[in-house]
Nanobody
């Protein structure tokens, strides 16, 4: 069992930045960030492979968001820049062993509690 604890959400203005953290109690092969806005399905944001460091992004955040990891602290970060009102959502981190379907929520067995990010216009 892997427990995930997110932090770093809050209110930010359009164009601002915010960094989310996700501390994991154990190690899997892949960590992902997803988000869910009211009335919408949970959608993929970014993922990273623990060992290789390979990163993957949704087109909607590419060039604005950066996922990174601190292996020693078992922590994954999501640096969000140039935030837009449409980035407003609850952000979740997820952990699993997927090697290809990193954008599919169902392949991640472990999830954090979520942290709210609100971007004001």
């Amino acid at each position: 069992q892997v427990q995930l604890v997110e932090s770093g959400g809050g209110l930010v203005q359009t164009g601002g930045s915010q960094r989310l953290s996700c501390a994991a109690s154990g190690r899997t092969s892949t960590m992902g960030w997803f988000r869910q806005a009211p009335g919408k399905e949970r959608e993929f944001v970014a993922a990273i492979r623990w060992n290789e460091g390979n990163t993957y992004y949704a087109d909607s955040v590419k060039g604005r968001f950066t996922i990174s990891r601190d292996n020693a602290k078992n922590t994954v970060f999501l640096q969000m820049n140039s935030l837009k009102p449409e980035d407003t959502a609850v952000y979740y981190c997820a952990a699993g062993w997927t090697t290809i379907n990193y954008y599919v929520p169902a392949v991640y067995p472990y999830w954090g509690q979520g942290t709210q990010v609100t971007v004001s216009s």
